[in-house]
């Protein structure tokens, strides 16, 4: 079965540095999507970026990047000049088979 | 544009019960997708359907059924239920299109409480 692992139970930033998540997935597939999602108290799951397996560059959306390596199957969020609103949970996704990661809480410390 | 809605947002039953929770997808999504999240874990597919028919199927019981309507939406019913399907139940839309991995956008969930 497909695997998504989140090491990070709990990682905490300072306001306005960055901060990386880390996510490892398994998969046989050679073609795919992964993507991270933020999920606040609030508990409305949102899109934070994509990723398509047959891209090499890395997807990128204002301050959310992803270092996407393929052939390691890792695929790392990073968030910089994090700001208190980015406190939230983060799950990572691979959506072939709708498998999600268990989460990473993100707490930013003003 | 209206997103993702479900109802309704909590709902309390008891052992044994039955419930139907219910969907409306995103404008101009025809795919829906159900997710069961127990509290502090991430989401647990349970079931996808598109064109009104269960297209992929999680590792659920046949406790949990669903149905998709001619406009899109959906409904998740769960029989028989038990303390541990207490959680909350998330919804998410995709456009089916060429690729069956489109993005998939979110409701705001329902919090089922089995007592």
């Known amino acids: 079965a497909q695997t998504v692992t989140q090491s990070q139970p709990e990682m905490s930033v300072q306001e306005a540095e960055t901060v990386t998540l880390s996510c490892t997935y398994d998969?046989?597939?050679?073609?795919?999507?992964l993507f991270w999602y933020k999920q606040p108290p609030s508990r409305q799951m949102i899109l934070v970026i994509r990723?398509?397996?047959?891209?090499?560059q890395n997807a990128t959306e204002n301050r959310f990047s992803v270092n996407f390596q393929k052939a390691a199957k890792s695929f790392s969020l990073k968030i910089s000049d994090s700001q208190l609103g980015d406190a939230a949970m983060y799950f990572c996704?691979?959506?072939?088979?709708?498998?999600f990661g268990a989460g990473t809480r993100l707490t930013v410390k003003p | 544009d209206a997103g993702v809605t479900q109802s309704p947002t909590h709902l309390i039953k008891t052992r044994g019960q039955q419930v139907t929770l219910r969907c409306s997808p995103k404008?101009?999504?025809?795919?829906v997708s159900w997710y069961q999240q127990a509290l502090g874990q991430g989401p647990q597919f349970i079931f996808q359907?598109?064109?009104?028919?269960?297209?992929q199927r999680g590792n659920f019981p046949d406790r949990f059924s669903g149905h998709q309507f001619p406009n899109y939406s959906s409904e998740l019913n769960v029989n028989a239920l038990l303390l541990g399907d207490s959680a909350l139940y998330l919804c998410?839309?995709?456009?089916?299109?060429?690729?069956?991995?489109?993005?998939?956008?979110f409701g705001p969930g329902t919090r089922l409480t089995v007592l």
């Open positions: 998410a839309s995709s456009l089916m299109g060429v690729s069956s991995t489109d993005t998939q956008y």
């Open positions: 998969t046989s597939e050679s073609d795919y999507y």
């Open positions: 990723q398509e397996a047959y891209k090499q």
């Open positions: 996704a691979y959506t072939n088979d709708m498998r």
């Open positions: 404008s101009g999504h025809d795919t």
């Open positions: 359907y598109y064109e009104e028919e269960e297209r």
